[in-house]
RNA sequence: GGCGAGGUAGCUCAGUUGGUUAGAGCACAGGAUUCAUAACCCUGAGGUCACGAGUUCAAAUCUCGUUCUCGCUACCA
């Protein structure tokens, strides 16, 4: 695309649920923001947009679980998202929320158009319903054993031990959360939006259209998605919290949150558009617009291929480019909420932005470290270490110090006044060195316009580094002492100092228009130590040499940054740790609760003698056993019944190895309706228990007995 | 098992369409310097480019196989 008439650039909405962490930050608002910020410089029409995703089946039942309202933690954790994000420089244009109406009117018109123009389709399933509180039941809602690990409390679209993704036909012995009854399954109808009819229009536009500016990464998820063939995803939810479906017949259901919540770019866009008197629907509907969605890697299907599906049907126009980024890691592990291995914004901006010796030169500490390490073409890795590193060798040593040092010279040789640039005494060096600032921006530009964000970084950086090996072969303090008569420095050597510094305070002006979409709170205290207005920081003032006027006094320098000691790094470090082992005594503490809790309803509804009688168990011996070719969890076994030996195939592979279970004597159902299972018929179970840490253990007679003894 | 992304110096990462001796920053070692936050500047050491084979005059780069990490997905009575 040449040079848009505006821009429309999204963060990925954060879950209402709790608090955000780093990763979160350096993967969809950091880049945004940097983006965003140079945009602005440019005078470009930009438009910065987010909110807090507020639906969904996660914040009434966290409301259940605290005894509290879904409507009080969406107003606990909003404001403080909120706030997190401002403290760290984070400058959207408008943070909405879902939750609110305008919102809501939104989505439903959406849903409208899209229902009368034939877009969705209708279609009638099982589900489950709990008879007692009278309601369809969402995935959340539900609980029961894990197929996976086997933990007796996984949620029916995610198990929380393993963390596996799963849908509730999944969950073994599944319990309604509500009244802790056994769910039935009972007809219901629900809107579908039919991603199989747009395969070709998805093929075409990324991966033919954009298969040269797309990442990698991005593209790669996506023709793994189409090629796997696209499936029609429901669009409405049976469920109470949420936007309400605008139909009559729609009764008790709400939008699916993954279809109102990218909505909620547009809605946000609306509110600032209330805000500011501006028009908003130029920014959805003008060709000329370029959306950008910052992501993080789990959110690449819903913005490249199904919120683009919706637009389209919707007659909005595309995003332009969806740069998402991998994942953060921590200290050699995966950054994890659930797990405590974590640091959440919050608590940076306690111990660093907030403290005596922080400040908001603080939040730009952050801000350099993460765009340094940023996750842009595989996952990376945050080390409190590297954090220390970056700040104390990089930002105070090159960056920091080149300031400090020009400024503090020229206070002391040119009587603290931008000296005047002798054109007739300029150097070689010199003429270089101004070359560099010019060529240091076009190189920045080009960059950051690619979403190469560290990289773009390494430029500014780099162009301290030149500031600081520039001053150091001209050496204007030993000029200095090349003195006349009267004791004060020649003429000669007075001009070349004054080229010197010259330059420097000029090249410092130009650090600071450069660093500003990254260090926007450095940019302007240096803004504020060379006495000039924020203006100066417009981009176009970039690759000047003229910034600083001559004569022009400067203040007293201050230290743009502080070191890091090694005692905050440890602290830090020992935080990380505690917080783990916190997390798990809690969980442990956790399970025996719900253990004891859990035993009434986990006992199934009572049967009568007949029934059991029905089930014929046996003892057998394992004569053989082998691993399921392209299954991960199965083995084939072959059981000697005593009168005959049978083929079973069992969930097991994960639990025990094949040579170690030939010989064990196994209780089997025998008369078990044959199973085919990847392609081999299973001919009856095999029982096992499950210990609390979810091993398995085979149920076999104390001593061993003939195969074939009847088991009652 | 299938698919996707990765594996390059002690650490964090670049390496475009195959083309001299594989790069950068940090850390490390030596030197120089003192305007500066014991900072800067110069020099140096460091890699069998995960492993194995193939194509080619030439492979980190292309092909095949193996292996490890991350993500998605399948099997799970």
Same mark, same amino acid.
């Given at each position: 695309?040449?040079?848009?008439? =505006? ?32 945009? #602005? ?5 930009? /438009? ?16 259940? *679980? ?10 606990? @954790? ?5 706030? $997190? ?65 086997? @933990? ?70 996506? +023709? ?17 919290w949420g936007v309400k479906v605008p139909l009559k017949e729609a009764e008790g259901k709400v939008l699916y949150v993954w279809f109102d919540a990218p909505i909620g770019y547009i809605s946000a866009t609306k509110q600032w558009s209330v805000n500011t008197g501006r028009d908003w629907k130029p920014y959805w509907e003008d060709k000329d617009t370029k ?38 890691? !921590? ?7 659930? =797990? ?54 990089? !930002? /105070? ?7 400090? =040092? ?32 010019? *060529? ?11 979403? *190469? ?11 301290? =580094? ?79 040499? #003229?910034?600083?006027? /001559? ?11 502080? #070191? ?92 025990? +190895? ?41 149920? $076999? ?12």
């Amino acid at each position: 695309m040449n040079q848009p008439k =505006r821009y429309l650039i999204t963060s990925a909405l954060p879950y209402a649920n709790g608090l955000k962490h780093i990763g979160h930050l350096a993967g969809a608002y950091l880049p945004a923001d940097i983006y965003v910020r140079y945009l #602005k410089a440019q005078k470009r029409d930009v /438009v910065y947009v987010c909110g807090s995703d507020e639906h969904g089946t996660a914040i009434p039942i966290q409301a259940t *679980k605290e005894g509290t309202t879904a409507q009080a933690i969406i107003d606990k @954790y909003h404001p403080i998202m909120e706030q $997190n994000f401002k403290d760290l420089g984070i400058d959207f244009d408008i943070y909405h929320r879902t939750s609110d109406p305008l919102h809501h009117a939104t989505a439903q018109e959406f849903f409208t158009k899209l229902n009368n123009n034939g877009d969705l389709e209708i279609k009638e399933s099982d589900q489950y319903f709990d008879e007692q509180a009278n309601s369809f039941l969402a995935d959340r809602y539900i609980k029961g054993t894990c197929p996976n690990c086997g @933990y007796e409390s996984a949620y029916g679209d995610q198990c929380e031990r393993c963390g596996k993704s799963l849908s509730p036909d999944e969950l073994i012995n599944p319990v309604s959360t509500l009244s802790g009854n056994t769910p039935i399954k009972k007809m219901t109808k629900h809107w579908y939006l039919p991603l199989d009819r747009h395969e070709n229009f998805l093929r075409e536009w990324i991966l033919k259209e954009h298969a040269n500016d797309w990442r990698s990464t991005v593209l790669g998820q996506c +023709k793994s998605w189409i090629d796997g063939g696209l499936q029609a995803r429901a669009v409405t939810r049976d469920l109470d919290w949420g936007v309400k479906v605008p139909l009559k017949e729609a009764e008790g259901k709400v939008l699916y949150v993954w279809f109102d919540a990218p909505i909620g770019y547009i809605s946000a866009t609306k509110q600032w558009s209330v805000n500011t008197g501006r028009d908003w629907k130029p920014y959805w509907e003008d060709k000329d617009t370029k959306l950008v969605h910052f992501i993080g890697k789990d959110n690449i299907v819903f913005h490249c291929l199904i919120f683009p599906v919706m637009l389209k049907l919707h007659g909005n126009i595309l995003p332009d480019n969806v740069p998402s980024n991998e994942f953060m890691n !921590l200290e050699g592990d995966k950054m994890s909420t659930s =797990r405590n291995w974590k640091i959440e914004m919050q608590d940076y901006i306690d111990d660093f932005i907030n403290k005596e010796n922080g400040g908001t030169q603080m939040a730009d500490v952050l801000r350099y470290y993460l765009t340094l390490i940023a996750p842009e073409t595989k996952d990376s890795e945050f080390t409190w270490q590297g954090f220390q590193d970056a700040n104390n060798s990089e !930002l /105070v040593s090159i960056f920091g110090n080149y300031v400090n =040092r020009s400024l503090v010279l020229m206070h002391k040789l040119c009587k603290g006044k931008v000296p005047p640039l002798h054109a007739t005494a300029l150097t070689d060096l010199d003429k270089a060195t101004m070359e560099e600032v010019s *060529k240091s921006k076009e190189k920045v530009e080009a960059l950051l316009e690619q979403y *190469k964000f560290r990289d773009a970084l390494f430029e500014v950086i780099n162009l301290s =580094r030149i500031g600081n090996q520039y001053m150091q072969k001209k050496e204007p303090w030993i000029v200095a002492k090349q003195t006349g008569e009267n004791g004060q420095p020649t003429i000669e050597a007075q001009e070349s100092i004054d080229n010197t510094l010259h330059i420097c305070l000029q090249l410092c002006a130009n650090l600071a228009i450069l660093i500003n979409p990254f260090l926007p709170f450095t940019a302007r205290k240096m803004c504020y130590l060379m006495k000039v207005v924020d203006k100066m920081l417009d981009w176009e003032n970039a690759g000047k040499m #003229k910034l600083l006027s /001559v004569g022009y006094s400067l203040r007293p320098p201050e230290l743009l940054f502080r #070191k890091i000691e090694d005692t905050e790094i440890a602290y830090q470090l020992e935080k990380l740790r505690s917080a783990v082992v916190k997390r798990d005594t809690e969980a442990i503490k956790e399970t025996i609760m719900e253990e004891t809790k859990i035993e009434t309803p986990n006992v199934k509804p009572e049967i009568v003698f007949d029934d059991f009688a029905k089930i014929d168990l046996k003892v057998g011996k394992i004569v053989s056993a082998e691993k399921v070719e392209k299954a991960d969890k199965l083995l084939k076994l072959s059981v000697d019944l005593g009168f005959e030996t049978r083929t079973i195939v069992s969930g097991i592979a994960l639990h025990f +190895k094949p040579e170690e279970i030939v010989g064990k004597q196994v209780t089997v159902v025998v008369n078990l309706a044959p199973r085919k299972m990847r392609g081999i018929e299973s001919n009856g179970m095999i029982l096992m228990a499950e210990d609390s840490e979810g091993k398995l253990h085979f149920i $076999n007679p104390e001593t061993d007995i003939n195969a074939g003894a009847g088991v009652s």
